[in-house]
């Protein structure tokens, strides 16, 4: 798995000091490793360096854990002894992905190769709930987490049902209760109390359909331009522009959930009417199913019932789909993506979305041409947040390892 699929995270610009262009230089040899195991000498072809700085950076690296020496290069048709392949180090620093949702809390350990180190998820009713007492449990599983992958995290990233602002701030997430949480802070103070360091990771946050829609673009063979739709307790979206989570100008860009999609429709908590979420969020398509009286995961739940052949399962799908169809179309009209991607809790229900998804989209967007395999479902499902959480640390180490290597 390359994590480097996509655009790099930061802008090398040509530093004007001597240790600016060092860590520049040694950003841009990790990246070329990043893509692939590759020789000293193919690392100095593929940069411009000479081979060496590209030596010498490549010890630097080394150094810091970042890179190891993996054996001989794939010959490359020249003559001689072929040279020593450098790759990313899969016991080096790691990064570190938590998640908060309505009914679960996740925690991901990823190397720098991208893999898996550790995963935990535990369903647990998060709704109504102080952060403080949410934020203890997740810094449990966190250390759980950690302790089980043996890698060393170098940051760590939280997914979050709400609007975060730019300094962290979780300002809304009208589904679990929460409005101005410094999440930071919160759950630093969590992690504290352990003692073993982990409180004084980077600690950022995001909303969690915009970390999935960084997944796909990472992680899977997304095109530059996209729209992600995600769902779990409420519906989100991530607007993928140029390779680019497009974020709007205070970033509230992405909340799909709130397009009105019948005006005159009931009320939703927003204080709108008619919003998306009424029909396709987890309460309207359970109230349609007549499950209102359920406890615990809706997706599976769903899934086993419109698999078994109930009627108001698929019936209430159904008009999901529709309703699902007619915010995307709206969406494609407007932003031209080349791609519409079914994620989080609507990937698992995807069989009995998609045929009225692909109706009304077939109906609505007539000024452009779409085809019905535009309209895509990930493969990456309920873990995109997370993976996404997780794997964006690695990117930032990737894109700028100069702190870890003394650059």
Known sequence: MSVMRGEPDGVQAGPASQQGMRRANLALVLGVIARGPRSRAEVAAETGLTRAAVSSLA??????????????????????????????????PGGLGAEI??????????????????????????????????????????????????????????????????????????????????????LRAALRTAGDGLA????????????????????????????YVSAEAGVGAAIVVGGRLLRGARGYAGEFGHIPVHPEGPRCACGARGCLEQYAGEAAVLRAAGLTSTRGDWVPLLAERAGGGDESARAALAGAGSALGIAAAGAVNLLDPAEVVLGGGYARLAPWLLPAMRR????RVTVRPWAEDRLIVSKLGRRGSLLGAAVGVVRAIVADPGPLAGG
């Open 101 to 186: 949702g309505v009914r679960h809390l996740g925690a991901c350990v990823v190397d720098l190769r991208g893999e898996v180190r550790a995963w935990r998820r535990q369903e647990i009713a998060n709704r109504g709930r102080q952060p403080a007492a949410v934020m203890a449990d997740l810094g449990q599983l966190v250390r759980s987490a950690v302790a089980e992958s043996g890698l060393r995290p170098a940051g760590l990233t939280l997914a979050v049902p709400g609007l975060v602002s730019g300094s962290g701030v979780l300002q809304r997430a009208a589904n679990l209760g929460w409005q101005d949480v410094p999440l930071a802070p919160e």
């Open 59 to 92: 010890e630097q690296l080394i150094s810091a854990g970042l890179v190891v020496e993996e054996g001989p290069a794939a010959p490359s048709g020249k003559v001689g002894r072929p040279g020593t392949a450098l790759g990313l180090n899969p016991l080096g």
């Open 360 to 363: 009304e989209l077939a109906a």
């Open 200 to 227: 004084e990771l980077p600690v950022q946050a995001d909303n969690e359909a915009n970390l999935g829609g960084l997944a796909e673009r990472w992680l899977d063979e997304r095109p530059e331009d996209f729209l």
